[in-house]
């Protein structure tokens, strides 16, 4: 039930168009990170541990500043790691119940850099902004792999993966 509240839940229509003949109204998906993602033993709640990630409930303001009051975040990684095994597990997020059409695809307020893919196989570096524009989704699910990876030097802390947004763009 938690699942299905937590991706139904976040179907909102950001505002509706009067121009009579403009397509549907402009539509977001908000996908929890903790409902969609496994494997649920990938973390650990409020505590930190160098091969768990952390679902992070207690933070000051949290309400204001994460989707649903809390986030997932990461270990924080001192340097690289060669493997994706290495760390935390991998996440996989399995966002369902998506209409067909075309979609933008971004996570909010990482901070500092996730490893992330789209097939478990090929990873690369993310910080926020678009991660996929225009993707074509038609059979109703989109899936992203998550982890922990890429090491933030200059200002060493977690990387957070709150919640995946799809913002429709086109039929
Ligand atoms: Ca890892």
Same mark, same amino acid.
């Given at each position: 039930?938690?699942?299905?509240?937590?991706?139904?839940?976040?179907?909102?229509?950001?505002?509706?168009?009067?121009?009579?003949?403009?397509?549907?109204?402009?539509?977001?998906?908000?996908?929890?990170?903790?409902?969609?993602?496994?494997?649920?033993?990938?973390?650990?709640?409020?505590?930190?541990?160098?091969?768990?990630?952390?679902?992070?409930?207690?933070?000051?303001?949290?309400?204001?500043?994460?989707?649903?009051?809390?986030?997932?975040?990461?270990?924080?990684?001192?340097?690289?790691?060669?493997?994706?095994?290495?760390?935390?597990?991998?996440?996989?997020?399995?966002?369902?119940?998506?209409?067909?059409?075309?979609?933008?695809?971004?996570?909010?307020?990482?901070?500092?850099?996730?490893?992330?893919?789209?097939? =478990?196989?090929?990873?690369?570096? *993310?910080?926020? =902004?678009?991660?996929?524009?225009?993707?074509?989704?038609?059979?109703?699910?989109?899936?992203?792999?998550?982890?922990?990876? *890429?090491?933030?030097?200059?200002?060493?802390?977690?990387? *957070?993966?709150?919640?995946?947004?799809?913002?429709?763009?086109?039929?």
């Amino acid at each position: 039930m938690r699942r299905w509240l937590g991706a139904c839940g976040g179907l909102v229509a950001l505002g509706c168009s009067l121009h009579l003949g403009r397509a549907a109204a402009p539509v977001e998906l908000r996908f929890e990170a903790e409902v969609v993602s496994t494997p649920a033993d990938g973390w650990l709640r409020d505590q930190d541990r160098p091969d768990k990630w952390c679902l992070w409930t207690t933070e000051p303001e949290a309400a204001k500043k994460r989707s649903g009051a809390q986030t997932l975040k990461t270990p924080v990684v001192v340097e690289d790691r060669a493997r994706p095994e290495d760390g935390a597990p991998v996440l996989r997020a399995h966002c369902t119940g998506i209409p067909a059409g075309q979609w933008d695809v971004e996570l909010p307020a990482v901070v500092r850099l996730l490893a992330i893919s789209l097939d =478990g196989r090929t990873w690369r570096p *993310y910080r926020g =902004g678009p991660l996929a524009r225009g993707l074509r989704i038609d059979q109703g699910t989109f899936d992203l792999w998550v982890d922990d990876r *890429y090491a933030w030097p200059d200002h060493p802390g977690p990387a *957070y993966f709150d919640c995946v947004i799809l913002r429709r763009v086109g039929d």
